[in-house]
């Protein structure tokens, strides 16, 4: 089976690694014959081209590499797995079996570019991956599969994403077979329960200093929290829902709020990063921040040296 991989980041690595080990050791099957992914992008202060994982992958390894999703090949299958583009009719058609996504959520809940980031921040116990067959909307086509994984207290972006991406691959290459050979019944997804996530940017880490003071002191700010990369979502600034937010951008773009070092409001304020943070009966409390320009340190490091600081 000749098989062409869309995809981007690091995290999608175990997908396309087991893909490929699987399909090239069966007997006259080829594995992944291409990957399209995203072009090298200027990066850092000297704006050195950079590859991405997926295309530094594939360049290792001798196999075809393409930049532009109307040059893909036909194969029998495409694997999608954040790739970070609608995929139009004219590619899908080149695959004698479609393309299947891997979505790290459970369509139709939180559609879109940021699935983990919002169900760590919805306060959500539990999450999961749908592989659907896609079609030219947002994560809309008929689910093939779907797995569930709790989520820990514990959890971020970061560790989260892995356990669901890893997990993914090993439950997308023992579907593959039945699914070509038509024995798994394909089920359409309820449009009318879809809940729609956006692209996360660094603006977005911002918290309200005014939630931290009331958090720091285990009380609920007034008014509600509206979370810019969930579609018509809000929740209330609590101590708890805080504390998930904070793990849900971490570690990109990370969270932060504003404090002044001298606790005059003359002063202009500084950016503080809050890089771990935990609730203790309920308070929130901070284990580990940064002040632009400056290293990481404990809380009780920073206030040590700022004794002044004060959120603003």
Known sequence: MKIVF?????FVLPILDLLHKTFRD????SGVVAVVTQKPKPTGREQKLTYSPVDTWAYKRGIEVIHELASSPSADLGILAAYG?????A?????KFGILNVHPSLLPKYR???????????????????????DTQMDHGPIVSQFKEDIVGTDTLETLRLKLFERSAQVL???IAPFIQGKINLREQNHDEATYTTLVKKEHGLIPSKYIKKAILGKEAAGSWVIPFIKDYSLTPAPRSIEAFIRALTPWPGVW??????????QPPRRL??????????????DEVQLEGKNPVSWEEFQRGYPTAKLE
């Open 6 to 10: 869309f995809g981007t980041p690091d």
């Open 85 to 89: 583009e609608i995929i139009p009719q």
């Open 26 to 29: 069966r007997s006259n099957e």
């Open 91 to 95: 590619v899908i058609d080149k695959f």
């Open 273 to 286: 990063k809050i890089l771990k943070a935990h609730l203790d009966e309920g308070r929130l409390i901070f």
């Open 112 to 134: 879109g570019a940021s699935p983990i980031q919002a169900a760590i921040a919805s306060g959500d116990a539990q999450t999961g991956v749908s592989i659907i067959r896609i």
């Open 173 to 175: 290459v023992e579907l």
């Open 257 to 266: 709020t504003q404090v002044n070092l001298a606790g005059d409001k003359k």
